[in-house]
């Protein structure tokens, strides 16, 4: 059988854009943060992640700018060969010192920082255990992993007891949940899993790619529940609040400097250019002088999950600025989808398998920078575009 045959049979995304309900890859002219532009017409963005707006800062900008003047564009190896740069380890040093760790270690991406650390750590008489809401690379890294994997449901603490019971004791155990669900914009119930790793014996690793900048007065959601030094890894991204591409993870000496000469896609991907490593440092000064960022996307999240309630939209249970719209149907959650986004409004839908069938959503998230202006014509957009879709 030829292995191509599976291609020419996928037809749903070409379906999809024969009827013009086609979500993905939509080319933009520009992206200047809270608009962007598409075929000459503005757009009011409610799809990033750059929570802080901090993506077309002036400081930001002009760190990448002199980085490049300083290092070139790329530095064409793994950090493990030729790839490391003095940037890179000062921004390590103080990454460590703003999530409240030891040590951390950079990687090319977040999904490299989750599959390099997870497998190099689960080796085969190891269990790791995971959230089912659990963001993909995180489940990927634990499948490069040995071990054996198990879940428990989405934040139930009582389920998540049964599966600890129900691994030998000499086995190695790690817990790893989001520290913010990508989806549904909740939080890790934290303060009942360090309990329950600690009677169990168990390790704790928070990926809070969408918590950094946003929880815990910008440095997690570990923070946030006053436990960094109750949770053994703290894992993010750079390509969200910090405002540029990479990620890293921070934990005890030992533990890092294992993973710095074990973690794969470490050793086997080149670094991230200068550039990138001087954005995300412009970020955390810029976060360390300006608190009130922080508070200033917590509260427009306040303001619009209260005005998506009011209006008679599911959003679950957000308590952060990601604010899903649960639509429950895919054909309604598309047509939602294209009315929002001619009628001026960027989101992102959200189909099975990625969430739960009659979970599909219309993903929402803002920034610091969002006015109440264009949130108020958000929510203008969404009533009207609901009523007519009988969704609200």
């Given at each position: 059988m030829d292995i191509f045959k599976k291609c020419s049979q996928f037809t749903k995304a070409k379906d999809a854009m024969e009827q013009g309900l086609y979500p993905y890859f939509i080319p933009l002219d520009e992206n200047?943060?809270?608009?962007?532009?598409?075929?000459?017409?503005?757009?009011?963005?409610?799809g990033s992640n750059?929570?802080?707006?901090?993506?077309?800062?002036?400081?930001?900008?002009?760190?990448?700018?002199?980085?490049?003047?300083?290092?070139?564009?790329?530095?064409?190896?793994?950090?493990?060969?030729?790839?490391?740069?003095?940037?890179h380890e000062q921004l390590e040093h103080e990454l460590a010192e703003f999530v409240g760790k030891q040590e951390a270690l950079i990687f090319s991406t977040g999904m490299q920082t989750n599959l390099g650390t997870i497998s190099s750590l689960i080796g085969r008489d190891d269990v790791v255990i995971l959230d089912k809401e659990d963001h993909a690379s995180i489940v990927d890294g634990a499948r490069l992993g040995f071990g054996k994997i198990e879940r428990f449901r989405h934040n139930d603490i009582d389920h998540l007891?049964?599966?600890?019971?129900?691994?030998?004791?000499?086995k190695g155990k790690l817990i790893i949940v989001d520290g913010v669900f990508s989806m549904g914009g909740d939080l890790a119930d934290l303060p009942g899993i360090v309990p329950l790793a600690k009677k169990y014996n168990v390790r704790v690793m928070v990926d809070d790619a969408h918590g950094m900048g946003v929880t815990g007065d910008g440095r997690g959601t570990a923070a946030q529940f006053g436990l960094t030094d109750e949770v053994d890894l703290i894992m993010s991204t750079f390509s969200k609040a910090f405002a540029s591409l990479g990620g890293f993870i921070a934990g005890d000496a030992e533990t890092i400097h294992f993973i710095k000469h074990n973690a794969r896609s470490l050793i086997f991907s080149a670094s991230i250019p200068a550039a990138n490593a001087a954005s995300v440092l412009a970020v955390l000064d810029i976060i360390r002088k300006e608190p009130?960022?922080?508070?200033?996307?917590?509260?427009?999240?306040?303001?619009?999950?209260?005005?998506?309630r009011e209006t008679g939209f599911n959003i679950g249970d957000s308590v952060t600025p990601i604010i899903p719209v649960i639509i429950g149907d895919d054909?309604?959650?598309?047509?939602?989808?294209?009315?929002?986004?001619?009628?001026?409004?960027?989101?992102?839908?959200?189909?099975?398998?990625?969430?739960?069938?009659?979970?599909?959503?219309?993903?929402?998230?803002?920034?610091?920078?969002?006015?109440?202006?264009?949130?108020?014509?958000?929510?203008?957009?969404?009533?009207q575009v609901g009523k007519e879709l009988g969704i609200n």
């Amino acid at each position: 059988m030829d292995i191509f045959k599976k291609c020419s049979q996928f037809t749903k995304a070409k379906d999809a854009m024969e009827q013009g309900l086609y979500p993905y890859f939509i080319p933009l002219d520009e992206n200047e943060g809270t608009e962007v532009v598409y075929e000459g017409k503005r757009i009011i963005m409610c799809g990033s992640n750059n929570y802080l707006g901090l993506t077309t800062h002036p400081k930001v900008k002009e760190a990448a700018k002199q980085a490049v003047d300083r290092y070139g564009t790329s530095c064409t190896g793994s950090r493990f060969l030729n790839g490391t740069l003095k940037i890179h380890e000062q921004l390590e040093h103080e990454l460590a010192e703003f999530v409240g760790k030891q040590e951390a270690l950079i990687f090319s991406t977040g999904m490299q920082t989750n599959l390099g650390t997870i497998s190099s750590l689960i080796g085969r008489d190891d269990v790791v255990i995971l959230d089912k809401e659990d963001h993909a690379s995180i489940v990927d890294g634990a499948r490069l992993g040995f071990g054996k994997i198990e879940r428990f449901r989405h934040n139930d603490i009582d389920h998540l007891e049964r599966v600890l019971k129900s691994i030998p004791e000499e086995k190695g155990k790690l817990i790893i949940v989001d520290g913010v669900f990508s989806m549904g914009g909740d939080l890790a119930d934290l303060p009942g899993i360090v309990p329950l790793a600690k009677k169990y014996n168990v390790r704790v690793m928070v990926d809070d790619a969408h918590g950094m900048g946003v929880t815990g007065d910008g440095r997690g959601t570990a923070a946030q529940f006053g436990l960094t030094d109750e949770v053994d890894l703290i894992m993010s991204t750079f390509s969200k609040a910090f405002a540029s591409l990479g990620g890293f993870i921070a934990g005890d000496a030992e533990t890092i400097h294992f993973i710095k000469h074990n973690a794969r896609s470490l050793i086997f991907s080149a670094s991230i250019p200068a550039a990138n490593a001087a954005s995300v440092l412009a970020v955390l000064d810029i976060i360390r002088k300006e608190p009130e960022r922080v508070m200033r996307v917590n509260e427009i999240a306040d303001y619009m999950q209260k005005s998506f309630r009011e209006t008679g939209f599911n959003i679950g249970d957000s308590v952060t600025p990601i604010i899903p719209v649960i639509i429950g149907d895919d054909t309604k959650t598309f047509m939602m989808w294209k009315y929002l986004f001619e009628k001026g409004v960027f989101v992102n839908p959200v189909i099975s398998p990625a969430v739960a069938p009659g979970q599909q959503l219309l993903r929402t998230s803002y920034m610091a920078t969002h006015t109440y202006e264009q949130m108020d014509r958000v929510l203008q957009i969404f009533k009207q575009v609901g009523k007519e879709l009988g969704i609200n």
